[in-house]
């Protein structure tokens, strides 16, 4: 057994990605950021859904389609579609945050 | 979007659940405990495995082919494979337990 607030790394450590659980279905990851953001101009595309949930700190999460970020803190979660652009558009800079992402192809 | 904490129930409350998403290949729900536990006797003996997460508050998770409970506090996950006899000795009786749990079958 472990816990999702382990290993959480220092504000100027790179982001980390922890798989916890990965079958044929699906893939859920613990994310641990500290104060990353996607790269300018850049937006993931991915070919599967994915459920996030910030369990710790906060972050901006920024869809193509919307006119600006939304606010995510602790206990927030969205689901992303498959193929819907988006990027995290900021972190939180002063405390880890601590997300876990499920992603999952179909319906 | 919503939130983890939302709806959270006072103590005296009865046990909640709620489905977040729901795939062919796996069931994601939030359980909120008010001190409730497994009645006397009783265990869970499942067809899906489980994956539970603990956000807030803590319990006490017993597998029958163990001496006692495990206490899990925020942040601490287990899995539960499927067919393998567990029961939920106690859960906090001073704060709501918010617990994330995934159900899926296969490996």
Redo the contacts between chains.
Sequence with gaps: ??????GIAGPRDAERFDV??E????T?ERIVSTGQATPPGQWYDQARNE?V?V?RGSAGLRFEDENGP?L????????IPARRRHRVEWTDATEPTVW?A?H?S??
Aim: no cysteine; glycine share 6%.
């Design positions: 057994m472990t816990n999702l607030f382990a916890l659980l079958t044929p279905a699906f859920l459920w949930v369990i939304r995510l803190r602790a206990g927030d979660h969205v689901l876990l499920l999952y179909g319906r």
